[in-house]
């Protein structure tokens, strides 16, 4: 998810190919401070969810609007148009999971080393 917004509004890698050689999966740390929002896009090859940890999100996705509140998770799919807004009176925080295969994957358990 590209996102652009407010200069506090943000995400923090948590696991990714940098970070731990993660190949397939990125979690990053979302943070939004009260009222902020942000406009996104997630990936052609990638699927997407995020998961409020503690304050409420406003989103719209692809055209459609859900409140979400702590432990809540939202499905992100691929190439879709999104946007969060955390309420007025608090910040916002949680986290978003991409999960993305490259497509020349072989299955681990059949065939290859998945390099």
């Not at 979302?30 to 989103?59: F, H, K, N, W």
């Amino acid at each position: 998810m590209h996102a652009a917004g407010d200069a506090g509004t943000g995400t923090v890698p948590l696991i990714d190919r940098e970070t731990a050689g993660a190949r397939w999966v990125d979690i990053s740390a979302l943070r939004m401070p009260a009222g902020s929002a942000s406009v996104c896009t997630t990936e052609p090859a990638a699927e997407q969810v995020l998961y409020v940890e503690d304050g409420r999100i406003d989103a719209r996705v692809d055209g459609q609007d859900f409140g979400l509140a702590p432990g809540d998770f939202l499905f992100l799919p691929r190439v879709a148009a999104a946007s969060l807004r955390s309420q007025q009176e608090r910040p916002a925080s949680g986290f978003l999971i991409k999960g993305q295969l490259p497509s020349t994957v072989s299955h681990p358990l059949t065939n290859g080393d998945n390099s």
